[in-house]
């Protein structure tokens, strides 16, 4: 073995022996308890995963303006024009009226869209391999501008 393939293997394996973090994808087949699925071979049970908060049931504090008419271009949105549009119907009247301007301060946003099954999610391996970081969502490109319609 030659000196330069000596270094290799020496680097090779010390790279190898620190464990560096690895990207994997996994499929959400139990939503509580959490279990996702690598691959037939491997399922994580929540003792295994540490998840991002956004994947999870959480509270934000937000403030929502709303203007219209007001229109949002492809640059802005992603997939096409959009305009904002709103309507409020108060008990008693017949007919719905539009909003032209609405301004809520510091509303308190409790977000219920945790994990569930059949969700396609993003996981990194964390050092040592015994514990992977749920960091996402993920959706294949052909399937970017779709929402899933509830039944």
Known sequence: ?????LIKTTAMAAFNASN???IVLGTVIGAKPLKIEIHS??????????????L?????IA???????KSYTKNQIGDDIKQ????????????????E??????????????????????????QGGQK???SDRYKEGHDIWHYQQKQ
């Open 20 to 22: 560096p973090v690895n």
């Open 84 to 99: 904002t549009s709103s309507t409020r119907q108060n008990q008693g009247e017949s007919t719905a009226v539009p909003y």
């Open 63 to 69: 403030s929502i303006q709303y203007e219209h008419p």
């Open 132 to 134: 992977y970081f749920v």
């Open 1 to 5: 073995m030659s000196l330069l393939e």
């Open 101 to 126: 301007k609405y301004e809520m301060k510091y509303l308190k946003l409790i977000l219920e869209d945790g994990l569930k099954e059949g969700d396609k999610v993003v996981l990194h391996r964390v």
């Open 41 to 54: 071979k491997l399922i994580l049970t929540d003792e295994f995963l540490l998840v991002a908060e956004h």
């Open 56 to 60: 999870t049931r959480h509270e934000r």
